[in-house]
């Protein structure tokens, strides 16, 4: 990113967001994926001295967290002030190991979303017994993030069957609980593909990787999340706390709706 580009994402972009955050009708969430101590696995990889030196400071700062289940409350899904939302995407190993009890230690709550056809197989994801334990402690929710991690911009050749219905049939399985929170996989999909996974009546909220506004779809929520990177700085980690990274999509893709 060269210098003006620099400060147009760390300066600008988030100081006309704050001007605008009255747009942010939903709580706001941020997301990560794998946590590492060295080079992990996963495309999106955050340090875990960064991670607890974040978290902390939602601790100190006083935010109020929640798991999936806690937002069947309208006043919890729609709270601006004082809240946030934190998700992982795929259900990777170090979802536990790294962060469980660190989590537990500052009185967070977290969510997951599982890539199901990974978990209690693939060694780098989590067991079932992980997963079971985290949601028996009330601190982490679960959601799904379909059967193969397959990319949704376009349904062609994708079965919903299996990618919807027979990953939750796996997750209520092993958890007891149907899954009514949706995420993309790779960040990846299409208006057409938000309508399709709609009209499956299996999710009240579905969630992008978009820096964008929060809606309400034929009465499903649509968020729009703000991804942490470890290349940017607390200042900006901040300012997505905010939500003031949410008028992002709006900025550079003024024609695009979800």
């Not at 230690?105 to 992980?130: C, H, M, R």
Request: charged share 20%; glycine share 8%; with cysteine.
């Amino acid at each position: 990113m060269n210098f003006l580009k620099k400060i147009i994402y760390c300066n600008v972009i988030p100081a006309i967001g704050a001007c605008l955050r009255g747009k942010n009708k939903f709580i706001n969430v941020i997301y990560y994926h794998d946590i590492v101590d060295g080079e992990g696995m996963s495309f999106m990889k955050t340090p875990i001295e960064l991670y607890k030196q974040q978290m902390e400071f939602i601790a100190r700062k006083g935010l109020k967290t929640y798991t999936f289940d806690e937002l069947t409350h309208p006043k919890c899904q729609q709270q601006r002030k004082g809240g946030i939302l934190i998700t992982f995407d795929d259900g990777w190993e170090s979802n536990y190991s790294m962060i469980f009890n660190f989590m537990k230690s500052l009185g967070l709550k977290y969510n997951i979303f599982l890539a199901v056809e990974k978990i209690g197989v693939d060694p780098d994801y989590l067991t079932w017994e992980q997963v079971r334990e985290m949601h028996q402690s009330g601190i982490v929710g679960f959601g799904a993030h379909t059967f193969t991690h397959c990319n949704m911009e376009s349904l062609d050749g994708i079965d919903l069957d299996q990618e919807i219905h027979h990953a939750n049939d796996i997750i209520k399985e092993n958890l007891g609980i149907e899954a009514k929170d949706f995420c993309f996989p790779y960040g990846a999909y299409s208006s057409a593909s938000i309508d399709s996974i709609i009209a499956e009546n299996v999710y009240d909220r579905i969630y992008t990787s978009d820096l964008d506004y929060t809606a309400d779809r034929d009465g499903v929520i649509i968020f729009g999340r703000n991804g942490i990177s470890c290349n940017e700085s607390m200042a900006v980690f901040k300012h997505k706390l905010n939500g003031n990274y949410n008028v992002f999509n709006t900025l550079t893709h003024p024609c695009r709706n979800h």
